[in-house]
Protein backbone atom coordinates (compact mmCIF):
# COMPACT_ATOMS: atom_id res chain seq x y z
CA UNK A 1 0.00 0.00 0.00
CA UNK A 2 3.15 2.49 0.69
CA UNK A 3 4.32 1.47 -2.53
CA UNK A 4 1.44 2.59 -4.25
CA UNK A 5 1.05 6.06 -2.23
CA UNK A 6 4.61 6.86 -2.99
CA UNK A 7 4.00 5.78 -6.61
CA UNK A 8 1.39 7.98 -6.91
CA UNK A 9 2.69 10.79 -5.18
CA UNK A 10 6.23 10.71 -7.38
CA UNK A 11 4.11 10.63 -10.67
CA UNK A 12 1.73 13.35 -9.42
CA UNK A 13 5.15 15.24 -8.19
CA UNK A 14 6.40 14.66 -11.80
CA UNK A 15 3.52 15.97 -13.64
CA UNK A 16 3.27 19.31 -11.64
CA UNK A 17 7.02 20.02 -12.34
CA UNK A 18 6.57 19.30 -16.13
CA UNK A 19 3.43 21.53 -16.09
CA UNK A 20 5.17 24.65 -14.55
CA UNK A 21 8.51 23.65 -16.14
CA UNK A 22 7.71 23.32 -19.60
CA UNK A 23 8.72 26.07 -22.39
CA UNK A 24 5.77 27.00 -24.10
CA UNK A 25 8.00 30.08 -26.43
CA UNK A 26 8.73 29.55 -29.80
CA UNK A 27 11.67 29.42 -32.02
CA UNK A 28 10.65 30.43 -35.49
CA UNK A 29 12.91 30.27 -38.38
CA UNK A 30 12.14 31.37 -42.44
CA UNK A 31 14.39 30.48 -45.09
CA UNK A 32 13.43 31.51 -48.57
CA UNK A 33 12.77 34.68 -51.30
CA UNK A 34 11.58 37.90 -51.78
CA UNK A 35 8.14 37.45 -50.34
CA UNK A 36 9.63 37.18 -46.76
CA UNK A 37 11.94 39.44 -46.74
CA UNK A 38 9.43 41.81 -44.99
CA UNK A 39 10.75 44.14 -41.92
CA UNK A 40 7.14 44.33 -40.79
CA UNK A 41 6.68 40.25 -41.05
CA UNK A 42 9.56 39.96 -38.58
CA UNK A 43 8.10 42.52 -36.71
CA UNK A 44 4.49 40.93 -36.56
CA UNK A 45 5.72 37.58 -35.89
CA UNK A 46 7.93 38.03 -33.10
CA UNK A 47 5.27 40.58 -31.12
CA UNK A 48 2.36 38.76 -32.22
CA UNK A 49 0.16 38.25 -28.81
CA UNK A 50 -0.62 34.99 -27.47
CA UNK A 51 2.76 33.82 -30.13
CA UNK A 52 5.00 33.69 -27.18
CA UNK A 53 8.08 33.98 -29.69
CA UNK A 54 11.48 33.09 -28.18
CA UNK A 55 14.21 33.51 -30.63
CA UNK A 56 13.50 34.57 -34.42
CA UNK A 57 15.34 33.74 -37.46
CA UNK A 58 14.41 35.22 -41.09
CA UNK A 59 17.03 33.98 -43.55
CA UNK A 60 15.45 35.04 -46.93
CA UNK A 61 17.15 36.95 -50.13
CA UNK A 62 15.52 38.36 -52.75
CA UNK A 63 16.86 35.85 -55.52
CA UNK A 64 16.43 32.86 -53.43
CA UNK A 65 15.62 29.90 -55.38
CA UNK A 66 14.66 26.94 -54.68
CA UNK A 67 17.85 25.42 -55.58
CA UNK A 68 19.72 28.27 -53.78
CA UNK A 69 18.03 27.16 -50.42
CA UNK A 70 18.54 23.58 -51.00
CA UNK A 71 21.91 24.26 -51.25
CA UNK A 72 22.23 26.44 -48.20
CA UNK A 73 20.94 23.39 -45.52
CA UNK A 74 22.94 20.68 -47.71
CA UNK A 75 25.99 22.73 -47.13
CA UNK A 76 24.68 23.46 -43.26
CA UNK A 77 26.29 27.25 -44.47
CA UNK A 78 26.68 29.57 -41.72
CA UNK A 79 24.04 32.37 -41.71
CA UNK A 80 24.32 35.82 -39.36
CA UNK A 81 21.13 37.20 -38.65
CA UNK A 82 20.84 40.51 -36.65
CA UNK A 83 25.07 40.19 -35.54
CA UNK A 84 24.45 36.24 -34.35
CA UNK A 85 26.21 33.50 -35.87
CA UNK A 86 24.14 30.28 -36.81
CA UNK A 87 24.30 27.41 -39.13
CA UNK A 88 21.37 26.32 -41.24
CA UNK A 89 21.30 22.70 -39.96
CA UNK A 90 21.41 23.79 -36.08
CA UNK A 91 18.49 26.07 -36.99
CA UNK A 92 16.21 23.54 -38.30
CA UNK A 93 16.62 20.80 -35.57
CA UNK A 94 16.30 23.59 -33.07
CA UNK A 95 13.02 25.58 -34.76
CA UNK A 96 9.80 24.58 -32.91
CA UNK A 97 7.91 26.22 -36.55
CA UNK A 98 9.84 26.33 -40.12
CA UNK A 99 8.37 28.51 -42.89
CA UNK A 100 9.23 28.33 -45.87
CA UNK A 101 8.69 30.94 -49.10
CA UNK A 102 10.69 29.30 -52.03
CA UNK A 103 9.52 28.95 -55.84
CA UNK A 104 8.31 32.17 -56.82
CA UNK A 105 11.54 33.18 -58.24
CA UNK A 106 12.33 30.25 -60.34
CA UNK A 107 8.59 30.85 -61.75
CA UNK A 108 9.31 33.83 -62.14
CA UNK A 109 12.19 33.58 -64.06
CA UNK A 110 10.67 30.97 -66.78
CA UNK A 111 11.43 32.13 -70.10
CA UNK A 112 9.64 29.71 -72.51
CA UNK A 113 12.47 27.15 -73.11
CA UNK A 114 10.08 24.34 -72.53
CA UNK A 115 6.48 23.66 -71.76
CA UNK A 116 5.33 25.50 -68.74
CA UNK A 117 3.88 22.51 -67.43
CA UNK A 118 6.78 20.58 -67.35
CA UNK A 119 9.00 23.12 -66.14
CA UNK A 120 6.48 23.20 -62.98
CA UNK A 121 7.20 19.26 -63.02
CA UNK A 122 10.65 19.97 -62.89
CA UNK A 123 10.30 22.69 -59.81
CA UNK A 124 8.17 19.95 -57.93
CA UNK A 125 11.52 17.69 -58.20
CA UNK A 126 13.74 20.23 -56.15
CA UNK A 127 10.88 20.97 -53.89
CA UNK A 128 10.14 17.25 -52.60
CA UNK A 129 13.92 16.95 -52.17
CA UNK A 130 13.87 20.26 -50.18
CA UNK A 131 10.62 19.17 -48.15
CA UNK A 132 12.46 15.87 -47.28
CA UNK A 133 15.82 17.38 -46.52
CA UNK A 134 13.60 19.85 -43.91
CA UNK A 135 11.97 17.05 -42.61
CA UNK A 136 14.67 15.02 -42.30
CA UNK A 137 15.99 17.67 -39.30
CA UNK A 138 12.85 18.57 -37.88
CA UNK A 139 9.42 16.47 -36.19
CA UNK A 140 8.18 20.08 -35.55
CA UNK A 141 5.35 22.15 -37.89
CA UNK A 142 6.75 23.77 -41.35
CA UNK A 143 4.89 25.89 -43.29
CA UNK A 144 4.96 26.65 -47.02
CA UNK A 145 3.89 30.09 -49.10
CA UNK A 146 1.96 28.82 -51.78
CA UNK A 147 2.23 30.99 -55.56
CA UNK A 148 0.35 33.86 -56.85
CA UNK A 149 0.32 36.07 -59.45
CA UNK A 150 0.42 33.87 -62.71
CA UNK A 151 -1.94 32.36 -65.21
CA UNK A 152 -4.40 31.17 -63.98
CA UNK A 153 -4.33 27.84 -65.27
CA UNK A 154 -0.65 27.31 -64.42
CA UNK A 155 -1.64 28.97 -60.95
CA UNK A 156 -3.90 26.03 -60.55
CA UNK A 157 -1.34 23.67 -61.30
CA UNK A 158 1.28 24.16 -59.39
CA UNK A 159 -0.13 25.03 -56.39
CA UNK A 160 -2.32 21.43 -56.81
CA UNK A 161 1.56 20.24 -57.17
CA UNK A 162 2.56 21.97 -54.44
CA UNK A 163 -0.65 20.64 -52.33
CA UNK A 164 0.80 17.09 -52.92
CA UNK A 165 4.03 17.64 -51.99
CA UNK A 166 2.85 18.93 -48.40
CA UNK A 167 0.49 16.64 -47.55
CA UNK A 168 3.31 13.96 -48.43
CA UNK A 169 5.32 15.36 -46.04
CA UNK A 170 2.59 16.65 -43.46
CA UNK A 171 3.68 20.23 -44.71
CA UNK A 172 0.96 23.14 -44.11
CA UNK A 173 -0.15 25.53 -46.40
CA UNK A 174 -0.09 29.46 -45.81
CA UNK A 175 -1.98 30.58 -48.91
CA UNK A 176 -1.59 34.15 -50.52
CA UNK A 177 -2.64 32.58 -53.81
CA UNK A 178 -4.94 35.85 -54.38
CA UNK A 179 -1.97 38.43 -54.39
CA UNK A 180 -1.96 39.60 -57.75
CA UNK A 181 1.28 41.84 -58.00
CA UNK A 182 3.94 39.46 -59.40
CA UNK A 183 6.73 41.37 -59.90
CA UNK A 184 6.38 43.29 -56.60
CA UNK A 185 4.38 43.28 -53.63
CA UNK A 186 2.93 46.62 -52.56
CA UNK A 187 1.99 47.34 -49.39
CA UNK A 188 -1.63 45.65 -48.82
CA UNK A 189 0.17 42.49 -50.81
CA UNK A 190 2.57 42.84 -47.54
CA UNK A 191 -0.43 42.86 -44.99
CA UNK A 192 -1.75 39.98 -46.87
CA UNK A 193 1.17 37.93 -45.95
CA UNK A 194 1.42 39.39 -42.58
CA UNK A 195 -2.11 38.70 -41.60
CA UNK A 196 -2.03 35.03 -43.44
CA UNK A 197 1.20 33.97 -41.58
CA UNK A 198 0.08 34.94 -38.36
CA UNK A 199 -3.21 33.15 -38.63
CA UNK A 200 -1.52 30.12 -39.71
CA UNK A 201 1.25 29.85 -37.07
Do not use: P, W
Amino acid sequence: MKKILFLCITICLVLIIYIFTRDNKQYIVIFGDYVCKNNNLDSSIKNAKGKNVENYVNNCKNDNTIQEVLNIIENNNKIIYQKKNYTSNNLLIKADTIILSVGMNDLLNYHQETNMYSYIDDLMIDMDELLSLVRFYSKEKIYVYNYFGLDKKYLKYANRRLNELANEYNVYIIDISTIKNKIKLNENDKKLIINHTLKNI
